[in-house]
């Protein structure tokens, strides 16, 4: 089984949605999340907050350097995740096209690396 990184993308130029209109998303989510337990695929997931909230940190010189916002300049941010097991890219990809319908979003599918012998 491999571990794969299903990520949720978001935009600034999205519009900031009503609770209407998203709590069905999230029992959409609530239910796929549900699914991926049941199938033993689960390992891990979460929201994140809005982009606004980032902070980056470079530790390499003598002492770190904080910067208020995301690490790159860029209109699109990851909005959540979901970490599952896979027996192999067909059936992330699988999972993943469930988790797209359910979140109402495109997701990307990245296999973790794996660790040197």
Same mark, same amino acid.
Not at 21 to 36: G, H, L, T
Not at 79 to 89: P, Q, R, S, T, V
């Given at each position: 089984?491999t571990? $794969?990184?299903?990520?949720?993308?978001?935009?600034?130029?999205?519009?900031?949605?009503?609770?209407?209109?998203?709590?069905?998303?999230?029992?959409?989510? &609530?239910?796929?999340?549900?699914? @991926?337990?049941?199938?033993? +695929?689960? @390992?891990f997931?979460?929201?994140?907050?809005?982009?606004?909230?980032a902070?980056?940190? &470079?530790?390499?010189?003598?002492?770190?350097? @904080?910067?208020?916002?995301?690490?790159?300049e860029?209109k699109? $941010?990851?909005?959540?995740?979901?970490?599952?097991?896979?027996?192999?890219?067909?059936?992330?990809?699988?999972?993943?096209?469930?988790?797209?319908? +359910?979140?109402?979003?495109? @997701?990307?599918?990245?296999?973790?690396?794996?660790?040197?012998a």
């Amino acid at each position: 089984m491999t571990q $794969y990184l299903l990520s949720v993308h978001g935009s600034v130029d999205d519009p900031d949605p009503k609770m209407e209109e998203i709590q069905p998303v999230f029992d959409a989510v &609530d239910r796929f999340n549900e699914k @991926v337990r049941a199938a033993g +695929a689960w @390992v891990f997931a979460g929201g994140l907050h809005p982009i606004g909230s980032a902070t980056t940190v &470079d530790g390499q010189g003598d002492q770190p350097v @904080v910067t208020d916002g995301p690490f790159a300049e860029s209109k699109e $941010y990851l909005g959540g995740f979901w970490i599952i097991e896979a027996a192999d890219l067909d059936e992330a990809l699988d999972w993943a096209a469930q988790g797209s319908k +359910a979140c109402a979003g495109k @997701v990307e599918v990245r296999p973790f690396a794996e660790e040197p012998a």
